[in-house]
């Protein structure tokens, strides 16, 4: 059966767009990490997309950042999309807490010493962190 | 014996289809370009990486294994593995031909050498013999299809990231490319000046990956006897250098669907693409 030669390309758009849109069908956590908690009450699970979680190391480097907070709950990162998600309880806890825990320093158990600027939040709950010099807070 | 070619008439030659494939591997090599240099700027966390098909096959073994990804290798490189590979099956190496950044640069370098050396083909100024061209596309590339996945599974690492031309072009100096990462990138577009789209033909381990699938691809290219003249246009403007006007039916797995050679063709209806079935 003769087919057009357009066919080809129409092929290439069909399946590059179900490859880019049917990889959330493949989506593995890289790491999850139960938390004992405390809290009793509702949950809430904020969204992150967190520039240095790249892969397992990283990502779980970054869950070891919030086991210390309390009401944290659940920790789940996916380190292919940079995506990590903490689920806490809200009367305890709160997204910027979470946020400034990510973002803290991060303790080498290797060398003994503390790193700097290794996570950085870039997006919480689907809304871009600004970025540029931090704000000045008055006397 | 050559007969003259039948005159064409206006509209037979249909669309445009080889300023369309230039416009599709334009776009892909420009928004691969793009997405390199914002990863190096450091305004989006998206390497070029994430959008190679070959890691997904290069995840795969951590996945079935481990029930997690390979480092920096994830669900979209998976998706579009099997998308590569389902595009395979019908329409051979398409992504090759149509989709793939650097197979596009190997293909304008493999053009710039028809220009230098002033060849009618992709032959290059040193022809392969066909018997060392069949041994380099089933022997190296095997090996080094095996030595890319055995190094990858056993430690989990993308270890050859440093070596691959499409990395190393498309990254803007991005993580693990070091001088010699250069040297190779180097050497293999100067091969390509040398021996046009060799990269491709002996050694790209994704092309060897899809050569099984492509080469059952359900599209093909079909001569007719009757209408063909012999003249040889479509050897001449097959970047693979597949012998199409010696063959009834192009079934090599090599085919990437360019359809150069049904658009050089003067012939009307000489070559077509055909889906196996009842013929019309």
């Not at chain 2, 064409?8 to 420009?30: I, S, Y």
């Not at chain 2, 091969?191 to 789209?197: D, N, Q």
């Not at chain 2, 050897?235 to 090599?254: K, M, N």
Request: hydrophobic share 45%; with cysteine; net charge positive.
């Amino acid at each position: 059966m003769k087919v057009p030669g357009w066919s080809v390309p129409a092929l290439v758009v069909l399946l590059a767009l179900a490859g880019l849109g049917g990889a959330r069908l493949f989506a593995v956590p890289s790491v999850v990490v139960d938390l004992p908690a405390a809290a009793t009450g509702a949950t809430r699970t904020t969204v992150l997309v967190v520039d240095g979680v790249k892969c397992v190391d990283t990502a779980e480097r970054a869950a070891g950042q919030v086991k210390g907070l309390t009401g944290v709950s659940r920790f789940v990162a996916y380190a292919s999309r940079n995506r990590v998600e903490v689920t806490f309880d809200p009367a305890v806890s709160s997204s910027s807490k979470i946020v400034e825990a990510i973002e803290g320093p991060v303790h080498d158990a290797a060398t003994g010493e503390y790193l700097f600027h290794v996570y950085h939040v870039v997006e919480i709950d689907g809304a871009k962190v600004p970025t540029g010099p931090p704000a000045t807070t008055g006397p | 014996m050559l007969r003259p070619p039948p005159e064409r008439t206006p509209g037979e030659r249909g669309p445009p289809l080889k300023r369309l494939r230039l416009l599709f591997q334009v776009a892909f090599v420009a928004a691969v370009a793009v997405t390199g240099i914002r990863f190096a700027l450091g305004s989006s966390l998206t390497s070029v990486e994430k959008y190679c098909p070959f890691g997904g096959l290069e995840t795969a073994y951590a996945l079935l294994t481990r029930s997690r990804f390979t480092c920096a290798a994830g669900e979209l490189n998976l998706a579009l593995f099997l998308s590569v590979i389902a595009l395979a099956l019908v329409a051979r190496k398409a992504f090759c031909g149509w989709v793939c950044p650097l197979g596009a640069v190997l293909e304008w370098t493999g053009r710039l050498s028809r220009k230098l050396f002033r060849r009618s083909s992709f032959r290059g100024p040193w022809p392969v013999p066909p018997r060392v061209d069949a041994a380099l596309k089933i022997g190296l590339r095997v090996v080094v299809l095996g030595a890319v996945l055995a190094a990858t599974w056993t430690t989990g690492e993308l270890l050859f990231r440093g070596y691959d031309p499409y990395y190393v072009l498309f990254s803007a100096h991005g993580h693990d490319v070091k001088a010699w990462s250069y040297a190779i990138l180097a050497a293999v577009l100067g091969l390509a000046i040398v021996f046009p789209l060799s990269w491709c033909r002996w050694l790209c381990p994704l092309g060897t990956v899809l050569w099984p699938f492509s080469s059952a691809g359900a599209l093909r290219l079909s001569r007719s006897g009757k209408s063909c003249t012999g003249c040889g246009s479509c050897d001449r403007a097959c970047p693979q250098q597949i012998p199409v006007s010696r063959l009834d039916v192009v079934r090599t797995g090599e085919c990437t669907l360019c359809l150069e050679c049904t658009e050089s063709c003067p012939a009307p209806g000489a070559l077509s693409l055909r889906l196996p079935g009842r013929a019309s």
